[in-house]
């Protein structure tokens, strides 16, 4: 299996751009989550989707942000428009979980978002 | 609702001494407890997870851990420090029947020098 994939691995935009980041889970995972990752703030959950249906976007920062889950092999997360303080690292990672029991996450490579 | 806390932001070891990474941590159900590691600039990989079976763990790399229910403790450990091993590492924590949301703690960055 070659893990969860994620696309680009580096995005540098100008602020105002709409960015859009890409997210291929594991086969058979029936979870997807996003994160963001900065020195300040560490790691952030944004959203996860459970058999392709968003369960929790509490911690999406705000409407510029958005998600989707066309199918169990894709996931997009959409910043419009961006701006600076959007630079991050935005790691997508999957997982599957047995009843009762919790296997924890494969995380993707992560895409580095530089807005300038 | 679960959460953990790792006591020390930075450790430093010198190579072939032994490694400790504290974490405690909260967790309204039976939880499911994991470290992962970060070597700079790229993802996070799964180190080891516990999820109610032995309470001693074995990882990746040489590394385990300790599920102590009395503590509410879970500590990374390795006999013997290797420079590859300079990186972060997070304790993490999932409620068992409270949904497969991970919390991640603040992490500890762990430095190796000869």
């Known amino acids: 299996d070659a893990g969860v994939i994620q696309s680009p691995r580096h995005e540098v935009t100008e602020m105002g751009q709409e960015v859009t980041l890409r997210c291929k889970p594991i086969s058979g995972h029936d979870y997807l989550f996003w994160y963001r990752q900065t020195m300040m703030r560490g790691l952030e959950l944004l959203i996860y989707f459970n058999n392709n249906v968003p369960i929790d976007d509490s911690g999406m920062p705000e409407d510029r942000f958005s998600a989707k889950m066309p199918n169990a092999s894709f996931s997009t997360l959409k910043i419009q428009p961006s701006e600076p303080r959007d630079s991050a690292v935005y790691f997508c990672?999957?997982?599957?979980?047995?009843?009762?029991?919790?296997?924890?996450?494969?995380f993707g490579s992560g895409t580095r978002l530089t807005v300038v | 609702a679960q959460s953990v806390t790792q006591l020390d932001s930075h450790v430093s070891v010198s190579e072939g001494t032994p490694v400790l990474l504290r974490c405690n941590y909260s967790?309204?159900?039976?939880?499911?407890l994991f470290w992962y590691v970060q070597h700079p600039n790229k993802g996070l990989q799964l180190l080891l997870k516990?999820?109610?079976?032995?309470?001693l763990v074995k990882g990746i790399n040489g590394f385990e851990a300790e599920f102590k229910k009395s503590e509410t403790s879970f500590h990374l450990t390795k006999p013997s420090a290797h420079m590859s091993d300079a990186a972060e590492y997070f304790c993490?924590?999932?409620?068992?029947?409270?949904?497969?949301?991970?919390?991640f703690g603040t992490g500890t960055q762990l430095k190796v020098e000869l």
């Open positions: 516990y999820t109610s079976a032995a309470t």
């Open positions: 967790s309204s159900y039976s939880p499911s």
């Open positions: 993490v924590v999932s409620a068992t029947g409270g949904g497969n949301k991970l919390t």
């Open positions: 990672a999957s997982s599957y979980t047995g009843v009762r029991t919790n296997y924890g996450y494969t």
